[in-house]
């Protein structure tokens, strides 16, 4: 009997500890299915976009671009990341071809190189329209969206904001200010191409017109006494800083260069919903404020350094002003007439850039 109870007892034992291990190995196996189905759980894929900057690194778009990416990432929980090229992948003309047959996905242009596929994108940098960036970028993207894209949307790839750089005013690299029509048109002035050297020829003026890029040789030359159509920025990085004496400042610029920001048409369409929407909303007004507020911040830095070294800058006389306006009058003929084509009225859509630009002063 005492072995009977013995051996009873050990084989409860053993029964005892087998359920042990058998529980052990059930919370095991439970353990590792949860983690496996973790593992399977869906996982969003991944869209990496590439975007060229085809400015150089000093210039602030680089900062704004990489800024606006970070939202992008943060706005689709990281299901959509933007990288940008090494180097600069295609002349600056050439930026919306470029995106269209792919070279890469996003990109931005100056709108002076889409005169024929995008005409009244100029409007607004018709002469003494802008008085700041960060303004004129927000009531652009307003107006496009209000008058422009239903009569004629941007081309060729999705438009994601449009921006303005700070404008350019009247500098004279002489001890004298150039602050009458009499003082300006016994110079030989440099002007960018555009409305700055449409108004000068207005006046019966044969400016150097040539590319931004070149105004510091111009000047530094004498083959030019004064410059204008580019914002103190652009005049100290190409080298006509240094040789400027006084700016001429007007209650609104000669001229204001802006840009288009687009995308990939495939690219954008290849896009869920969701992340187009969370796109969308870190961009429009939003990007293009981002822009406009880091040209003006530019601007004002290159301006405080130009007077530092002995830059005067002076008011424009108000009858100087009146006859530069007069001057442009052909200009906005011109884009009447563009407007009357497409169905715009392009008087209202003017008013309205001016009324809301001026509205968030």
Same mark, same amino acid.
């Given at each position: 009997?005492?072995?009977?109870?013995?051996? +009873?007892?050990?084989?409860?034992?053993?029964?005892?500890?087998?359920?042990?291990?058998?529980?052990?190995?059930?919370?095991?196996?439970?353990?590792?299915?949860?983690?496996?189905?973790?593992?399977?759980?869906?996982?969003?894929?991944?869209?990496?976009?590439?975007?060229?900057?085809?400015?150089?690194?000093?210039?602030?778009?680089?900062?704004?671009?990489?800024?606006?990416?970070?939202?992008?990432?943060?706005?689709? #929980?990281?299901?959509?990341?933007?990288?940008?090229?090494?180097?600069?992948?295609?002349?600056?003309?050439?930026?919306?071809?470029?995106?269209?047959?792919?070279?890469?996905?996003?990109?931005?242009?100056?709108?002076?190189?889409?005169? #024929?596929?995008?005409?009244?994108?100029?409007?607004?940098?018709?002469?003494?329209?802008?008085?700041?960036?960060?303004?004129?970028?927000?009531?652009?993207?307003?107006?496009?969206?209000? =008058?422009?894209?239903?009569?004629?949307?941007?081309?060729?790839?999705?438009?994601? +904001?449009?921006?303005?750089?700070?404008?350019?005013?009247?500098?004279?690299?002489?001890?004298?200010?150039?602050?009458?029509?009499?003082?300006?048109?016994?110079?030989?002035?440099?002007?960018?191409?555009?409305?700055?050297?449409?108004? !000068?020829? +207005? !006046?019966?003026?044969?400016?150097?017109?040539?590319?931004?890029?070149?105004?510091?040789?111009?000047?530094?030359?004498?083959?030019?006494?004064?410059?204008?159509?580019?914002?103190?920025?652009?005049?100290?990085?190409?080298?006509?800083?240094?040789?400027?004496?006084?700016?001429?400042?007007?209650?609104?610029?000669?001229?204001?260069?802006?840009?288009?920001?687009?995308? #990939?048409?495939?690219?954008?369409?290849? !896009?869920?919903?969701? #992340?187009?929407?969370?796109?969308?909303?870190?961009?429009?007004? =939003?990007?293009?404020?981002?822009?406009?507020?880091?040209?003006?911040?530019?601007?004002?830095?290159?301006?405080?350094?130009? +007077?530092?070294?002995?830059?005067?800058?002076?008011?424009?006389?108000?009858?100087?002003?009146?006859?530069?306006?007069?001057?442009?009058?052909?200009?906005?003929?011109?884009?009447?007439?563009?407007?009357?084509?497409?169905?715009?009225?392009?008087?209202?859509?003017?008013?309205?850039?001016?009324?809301?630009?001026?509205? !968030?002063?």
């Amino acid at each position: 009997m005492r072995g009977s109870r013995v051996r +009873t007892t050990k084989n409860t034992r053993l029964h005892k500890a087998g359920e042990g291990d058998t529980m052990f190995i059930k919370k095991i196996a439970i353990a590792a299915t949860l983690a496996l189905a973790a593992n399977m759980a869906p996982v969003h894929a991944e869209t990496t976009l590439l975007f060229n900057v085809f400015v150089p690194r000093s210039n602030n778009f680089h900062k704004v671009a990489e800024q606006w990416a970070n939202d992008v990432k943060t706005a689709t #929980n990281g299901e959509v990341i933007i990288n940008f090229t090494a180097g600069n992948m295609a002349p600056p003309p050439e930026q919306l071809e470029a995106v269209k047959s792919g070279v890469f996905d996003i990109a931005f242009i100056a709108n002076i190189f889409l005169k #024929n596929k995008a005409p009244l994108l100029q409007a607004t940098m018709l002469p003494w329209l802008v008085n700041k960036s960060e303004n004129a970028s927000v009531a652009l993207w307003n107006i496009y969206k209000q =008058h422009i894209e239903p009569k004629a949307p941007f081309p060729d790839a999705h438009l994601l +904001t449009l921006f303005h750089w700070e404008g350019g005013h009247v500098a004279s690299i002489t001890d004298t200010a150039i602050n009458s029509i009499d003082e300006l048109k016994s110079r030989k002035m440099w002007a960018l191409p555009g409305p700055p050297a449409d108004t !000068l020829k +207005t !006046l019966g003026m044969s400016p150097v017109a040539t590319p931004a890029i070149q105004v510091g040789e111009m000047v530094s030359r004498k083959i030019v006494s004064g410059y204008t159509g580019i914002a103190p920025e652009i005049a100290r990085d190409f080298k006509a800083g240094s040789y400027t004496k006084s700016i001429t400042r007007f209650p609104r610029s000669i001229t204001s260069t802006s840009f288009s920001v687009f995308i #990939n048409k495939d690219k954008w369409n290849a !896009l869920s919903q969701k #992340n187009k929407d969370a796109i969308s909303s870190v961009s429009g007004e =939003h990007f293009a404020a981002m822009a406009g507020a880091a040209s003006n911040r530019e601007m004002q830095a290159a301006l405080d350094e130009m +007077t530092k070294h002995g830059v005067k800058v002076v008011q424009a006389d108000p009858k100087f002003y009146e006859a530069l306006q007069a001057a442009a009058t052909p200009q906005f003929d011109a884009m009447r007439e563009e407007g009357k084509r497409l169905g715009v009225d392009i008087d209202a859509m003017l008013a309205d850039f001016i009324q809301k630009s001026d509205a !968030l002063n």
